[in-house]
């Protein structure tokens, strides 16, 4: 049965039609790239979804409401249809030669990927990434730097203790990558070698990154000195972001094995991290399976020490073998309930198949299955349904699928299904949560956690990352046994201005970029629809001087305001044609801005207000203009949120 809700914003109310209207309109000539008309907008803020249109021009949103007979080179008819911003998603393995084409990820509304999840990929985006984006890209492109790949550059595979020398090298790398651009420091602490990293050398190293205000995503370590507890896990995530001054970010969170069902302690746990300040993040995907390696949870870390070949060595010695074989069945109790839940999708079998055609336990099944090919991935079954209920529902969380743009089959109905599956399952089908905070926790929310300003929200001055879905006919196909059905009801997808996904079909089209953050994109809470807020900005330099002053209400969905801001060089003055979404933190805001010159011409820009909180760092104004670099001016200023 259709959600009520969706259906009535199908034959929206009249009083939900006033809030469209209440928007001014530009002039009745005025010419755009894209106009989206008569859609039913959920705008990433978790506000109450409301039918509009959606203009775009110059790869930037610059007008949302009613629109009337607005001209544009391309019309999209959205009546019956939602439009949402592009989904982030923010714990990404996409592939190099996935990205240029990235089908699997346009049609679930993916629109950017942040790589090196797990902490995995290159030691160096500003090279990684260029090489990524070589035969173009059909989609945005970031990258965090890789905890696990910096450790494995300075301590390849063997289990020692880091010198000070190490250590010293790491945290210049993780620096490096910071200044080229990374969006926080990944880690996935589960795997070899950086698994054998000790809390305190992490917390060292990765506090290099406090200065950043960035983020610390971490697939939890479970240890056997722990029981393999997940709750252990997530509770070191917790300390060392907090520790180290980073958010930390339970990544792909999942209460597993003998620990299911303990949401509700999970979520208390992270509630009060946040409730002493140290803001905790969340990021999940709708499945109770997870792949990886076969080896990489099953084999204990002594066993592994060293890499692949002594790993080898090892299995065949006479007096460790039967250790291993203990080793990885008690894994196999713990973290996942047995070995009836482990798939091995390389070779179409499951563990229980090679048990019984072999006639041999299921750790020396896990041995033989590796001696044959040490790089066997598994699909493992881990959770809960009502561990995923409970997770998907706590207000910070962010829905990310784990998977990235692929042209392979992975052998996971993530990489087709994820983001549709929210909203066709857990929006329509059961209710679990609303499409308004399903839309967020796929946009808004994940571009906060990574401090991303100018994506993740219908608004003025907003890039054109959009997408449009049929809220009647969304949803995933693939599965285990069919990983690659391709999910339905995604219709159109707008990369940075230009039509990437057309009904239903991908274009072709390679507009994605490169995105890069700077040091005033904090991570942060989302801005939350129940706090006020206000800032203003008086700043100069040879090249820009600026006035601003602008707030927005509770339960607002635009900013309102005035904005002065003077380009030196050309002598042209623009001001405030219509104003976006303000996002705020402490000492720092931002908003989105559409801004007209005395001519009638109009640029898209943003405009952010840093360290304004009497911080070590004098304040600051960044000016991102149109398309142009930011420039970043010195500034006196202040920031209000109640």
Same mark, same amino acid.
């Given at each position: 049965?259709?959600?009520?809700?969706?259906?009535?914003?199908?034959?929206?109310?009249?009083?939900?039609?006033?809030?469209?209207?209440?928007?001014?309109?530009?002039?009745?000539?005025?010419?755009?790239?894209?106009?989206?008309?008569?859609?039913?907008?959920?705008?990433?803020?978790?506000?109450?979804?409301?039918?509009?249109?959606?203009?775009?021009?110059?790869?930037?949103?610059?007008?949302?409401?009613?629109?009337?007979?607005?001209?544009?080179?391309?019309?999209?008819?959205?009546?019956?249809?939602?439009?949402?911003?592009?989904?982030?998603?923010?714990?990404?393995?996409?592939?190099?030669?996935?990205?240029?084409?990235?089908?699997?990820?346009?049609?679930?509304?993916?629109?950017?990927?942040?790589?090196?999840?797990?902490?995995?990929?290159?030691?160096?985006?500003?090279?990684?990434?260029?090489?990524?984006?070589?035969?173009?890209?059909?989609?945005?492109?970031?990258?965090?730097?890789?905890?696990?790949?910096?450790?494995?550059?300075?301590?390849?595979?063997?289990?020692?203790?880091?010198?000070?020398?190490?250590?010293?090298?790491?945290?210049?790398?993780?620096?490096?990558?910071?200044?080229?651009?990374?969006?926080?420091?990944?880690?996935?602490?589960?795997?070899?070698?950086?698994?054998?990293?000790?809390?305190?050398?992490?917390?060292?190293?990765?506090?290099?990154?406090?200065?950043?205000? /960035?983020?610390?995503?971490?697939?939890?370590?479970?240890?056997?000195?722990?029981?393999?507890?997940?709750?252990?896990?997530?509770?070191?995530?917790?300390?060392?972001?907090?520790?180290?001054?980073?958010?930390?970010?339970?990544?792909?969170?999942?209460?597993?094995?003998?620990?299911?069902?303990?949401?509700?302690?999970?979520?208390?746990?992270?509630?009060?991290?946040?409730?002493?300040? &140290?803001?905790?993040?969340?990021?999940?995907?709708?499945?109770?399976?997870?792949?990886? $390696?076969?080896?990489?949870?099953?084999?204990?870390?002594?066993?592994?020490?060293?890499?692949?070949?002594?790993?080898?060595?090892?299995?065949?010695?006479?007096?460790?073998?039967?250790?291993?074989?203990?080793?990885?069945?008690?894994? $196999?109790?713990?973290?996942?309930?047995?070995?009836?839940?482990?798939?091995?999708?390389?070779?179409?079998?499951?563990?229980?198949?090679?048990?019984? &055609?072999?006639?041999?336990?299921?750790?020396? &099944?896990?041995?033989?299955?590796?001696?044959?090919?040490?790089?066997?991935?598994?699909?493992?079954?881990?959770?809960?349904?009502?561990?995923?209920?409970?997770?998907?529902?706590?207000?910070?969380?962010?829905?990310?699928?784990?998977?990235?743009?692929?042209?392979?089959?992975?052998?996971?109905?993530?990489?087709?299904?994820?983001?549709?599956?929210?909203?066709?399952?857990?929006?329509?089908?059961?209710?679990?949560?609303?499409?308004?905070?399903?839309?967020?926790?796929?946009?808004?929310?994940?571009?906060?956690?990574?401090?991303?300003?100018?994506?993740?929200?219908?608004?003025?001055? $907003?890039?054109?990352?959009?997408?449009?879905?049929?809220?009647?006919?969304?949803?995933?196909?693939?599965?285990?046994?069919?990983?690659?059905?391709?999910?339905?009801?995604?219709?159109?997808?707008?990369?940075?201005?230009?039509?990437?996904?057309?009904?239903?079909?991908?274009?072709?089209?390679?507009?994605?970029?490169?995105?890069?953050?700077?040091?005033?994109?904090?991570?942060?809470?989302?801005?939350?629809?129940?706090?006020?807020?206000?800032?203003?900005?008086?700043?100069?330099?040879?090249?820009?001087?600026?006035?601003?002053?602008?707030?927005?209400?509770?339960?607002?969905?635009?900013?309102?305001? /005035?904005?002065?801001?003077?380009?030196?060089?050309?002598?042209?003055?623009?001001?405030?044609?219509?104003?976006?979404?303000?996002?705020? &933190?402490?000492?720092?805001?931002?908003?989105?801005?559409?801004?007209?010159?005395?001519?009638?011409?109009?640029?898209?820009?943003?405009?952010?207000?840093?360290?304004?909180?009497?911080?070590?760092?004098?304040?600051?104004?960044?000016?991102?203009?149109?398309?142009?670099?930011?420039?970043?001016?010195?500034?006196?200023?202040?920031?209000?949120?109640?």
């Amino acid at each position: 049965m259709m959600n009520r809700k969706i259906a009535r914003w199908l034959g929206a109310a009249p009083a939900v039609l006033l809030l469209a209207q209440a928007a001014p309109a530009l002039a009745k000539d005025a010419a755009y790239d894209i106009v989206i008309k008569g859609g039913t907008i959920v705008d990433g803020s978790g506000l109450a979804a409301y039918p509009g249109d959606v203009a775009i021009a110059d790869g930037h949103i610059v007008a949302v409401g009613d629109l009337g007979k607005a001209k544009a080179a391309k019309t999209i008819d959205a009546a019956g249809l939602v439009v949402a911003p592009g989904f982030i998603n923010i714990h990404s393995h996409a592939e190099p030669e996935g990205v240029s084409t990235a089908v699997n990820m346009l049609t679930q509304g993916v629109t950017t990927e942040i790589v090196n999840a797990d902490g995995g990929g290159g030691n160096d985006i500003a090279t990684q990434l260029p090489e990524m984006a070589a035969n173009g890209l059909a989609e945005n492109l970031g990258a965090y730097v890789g905890f696990n790949a910096v450790w494995r550059d300075a301590m390849g595979d063997r289990d020692l203790r880091p010198t000070p020398e190490q250590i010293a090298s790491m945290k210049a790398a993780i620096e490096k990558n910071l200044k080229a651009g990374a969006w926080g420091v990944a880690s996935g602490l589960d795997y070899r070698p950086s698994y054998y990293a000790k809390p305190e050398e992490v917390i060292d190293i990765v506090s290099v990154a406090k200065p950043w205000r /960035t983020n610390f995503p971490n697939h939890d370590r479970l240890r056997p000195e722990d029981n393999l507890s997940s709750f252990k896990g997530m509770e070191e995530t917790v300390l060392i972001g907090e520790k180290a001054g980073l958010v930390p970010v339970i990544t792909h969170i999942k209460s597993a094995g003998k620990e299911r069902g303990n949401a509700p302690k999970v979520l208390e746990m992270v509630s009060a991290a946040t409730a002493r300040g &140290a803001w905790t993040a969340i990021d999940i995907y709708p499945y109770l399976a997870g792949q990886t $390696m076969l080896q990489a949870f099953l084999v204990p870390g002594w066993a592994a020490d060293g890499g692949r070949d002594a790993m080898l060595a090892r299995f065949k010695d006479p007096k460790l073998r039967p250790q291993l074989v203990e080793a990885a069945e008690y894994a $196999m109790a713990t973290r996942l309930g047995g070995a009836e839940g482990i798939a091995l999708p390389d070779l179409g079998k499951r563990l229980t198949d090679i048990m019984a &055609a072999e006639n041999i336990r299921a750790g020396e &099944a896990v041995l033989r299955t590796l001696e044959r090919d040490p790089y066997t991935r598994a699909n493992m079954t881990f959770g809960d349904e009502k561990d995923v209920i409970a997770f998907l529902q706590y207000p910070d969380t962010a829905v990310a699928c784990d998977c990235g743009a692929s042209i392979e089959n992975r052998g996971h109905p993530r990489y087709f299904g994820s983001f549709p599956k929210i909203l066709g399952h857990y929006v329509r089908d059961t209710g679990t949560i609303t499409m308004e905070d399903a839309v967020r926790k796929m946009s808004a929310l994940p571009a906060a956690i990574i401090g991303m300003v100018d994506r993740g929200h219908i608004a003025p001055g $907003m890039r054109a990352d959009v997408m449009v879905f049929d809220p009647k006919t969304v949803r995933d196909h693939a599965t285990f046994d069919a990983p690659t059905l391709p999910s339905d009801g995604v219709r159109h997808v707008i990369v940075n201005g230009v039509a990437a996904l057309e009904g239903g079909a991908v274009t072709g089209a390679k507009a994605g970029a490169v995105l890069l953050r700077d040091a005033h994109m904090p991570s942060r809470p989302m801005t939350g629809t129940a706090v006020a807020r206000s800032f203003t900005v008086n700043g100069q330099s040879a090249e820009y001087s600026i006035t601003l002053t602008t707030k927005q209400g509770v339960g607002e969905r635009f900013a309102t305001g /005035t904005v002065k801001l003077n380009d030196v060089k050309s002598g042209t003055v623009w001001t405030a044609d219509r104003l976006g979404t303000v996002q705020t &933190a402490k000492g720092w805001a931002s908003v989105t801005a559409v801004l007209k010159d005395k001519a009638g011409n109009r640029k898209a820009a943003t405009l952010t207000l840093d360290r304004a909180d009497g911080g070590a760092e004098a304040p600051v104004v960044s000016i991102a203009l149109g398309s142009a670099p930011a420039a970043v001016l010195p500034a006196k200023g202040s920031v209000q949120a109640e």
